[in-house]
């Protein structure tokens, strides 16, 4: 079964950390690029971070740099996403895409994982 499942998510005070996971399961996640997206209540869903499939680059949003890192490891066919110095703003549902890197028909999405920063 083809699936990607984010895992990670919780309940943090401000200033804290949270690692988010993002495992695929039915295909080979090295040749996906990656990213996270969140969406708050009621705000469109907003893209956060991308990691290329080697995992060369890196693009983020401009209100998550220096505090939000995404990294991948193939081997484990997994994507991270490392949470540092959370805001009360970072409260939201986060999502992780997969898309293929030479044939972007072929994308899949996670169910979710709640992030709450709340003191």
């Known amino acids: 079964q083809v699936q990607l499942v984010e895992s990670g998510g919780g309940l943090v005070q401000p200033g804290g950390s949270l690692r988010l996971s993002c495992a695929a399961s039915?295909?080979?996640?090295?040749?996906?690029?990656v990213s996270w997206y969140r969406q708050a209540p009621g705000k469109e869903r907003e893209l956060v971070a991308t990691?290329?499939?080697?995992?060369?680059?890196?693009t983020y949003l401009d209100s998550v740099k220096g505090r939000l890192t995404i990294s991948r490891d193939n081997a484990k066919n997994t994507v991270y996403l490392q949470m540092n110095s959370l805001k009360f703003e970072d409260t939201a549902v986060y999502y992780c895409?997969?898309?293929?890197?030479?044939?972007?028909?072929?994308?899949?999405w996670g169910q979710g994982t709640q992030v709450t920063v709340s003191s």
């Open positions: 895409n997969a898309v293929h890197a030479f044939n972007p028909s072929l994308a899949y």
């Open positions: 039915g295909f080979t996640l090295s040749f996906y690029a």
């Open positions: 990691i290329t499939r080697a995992g060369g680059s890196t």
